[in-house]
């Protein structure tokens, strides 16, 4: 009998591990889809970032939070210019969702598991847009069919266990010279709680954009 219960156990556990690893992938259909934003080579550098190893150009982020619906839904574009092969190095791996408040959202992770470990992760997280191309220095355009991965986390929620899910993106390709554009947009079947929101990084930024829409939200404040 107790043979069969272990049976049972790491039956239910490879079905657990099977739909954490079967996450909605329909985004990967939207790769070669058309862009709605025609390739911009403009890359004007500022001075003080000549010397950076990769500089973002623009960003643009919008957060559309809404409260009677109980829904959110994130959209990001980016052009970064590509100036180092260590700076291709780094831009060529892309996570989904990306971070907003790394001192909250690693506040329960040991120092020595936050280089292998992603965070955030979000239920239900459902990407309904990624697209990335490289704009070449002679005017070539190369549409970027990225590898994807995913990585599942359990984490306790109201005092149960569920799986939280990133989305890892490998862009092959970018050379020194090279200008990165991508887009992505999720959905998330619940109201984000953002509190703080930070967009310092690594990598400078020329020109960034944050929209929020909250529309029933007339009481929120933001400090900047």
């Known amino acids: 009998m107790k043979n069969l219960f272990a049976i049972f156990v790491l039956l239910l556990e490879l079905l657990c591990a099977c739909g954490a690893t079967a996450q909605n992938i329909k985004y990967r259909k939207t790769y070669l889809q058309p862009w709605a934003v025609r390739p911009n080579y403009n890359h004007e550098i500022a001075p003080a970032f000549t010397f950076a190893d990769a500089v973002v150009l623009s960003e643009e982020t919008e957060w559309q939070i809404n409260d009677r619906q109980n829904t959110t839904i994130v959209t990001k574009r980016s052009r970064i210019k590509i100036l180092t092969q260590q700076g291709a190095a780094q831009c060529s791996w892309l996570a989904v969702p990306e971070g907003t408040d790394a001192a909250s959202e690693y506040s329960d992770v040991p120092l020595a598991q936050r280089n292998n470990l992603h965070r955030p992760k979000y239920f239900d997280l459902d990407i309904t847009l990624f697209h990335a191309r490289i704009l070449k220095p002679n005017q070539q355009l190369k549409t970027v069919i990225p590898k994807d991965s995913i ?48 967009f310092n990084g690594i990598l400078p930024i020329q020109d960034y954009t944050l929209k929020i829409t909250a529309p029933a939200r007339e009481y929120m404040v933001y400090h900047l």
């Open 151 to 198: 990585q599942t986390e359990t984490l306790q929620y109201n005092n149960k266990p569920r799986f939280a899910y990133s989305y890892h993106f490998y862009l092959d390709g970018l050379q020194p010279g090279d200008i990165l554009e991508t887009e992505y947009s999720y959905f998330l079947p619940f109201m984000f709680d953002y509190r703080r929101i930070f």
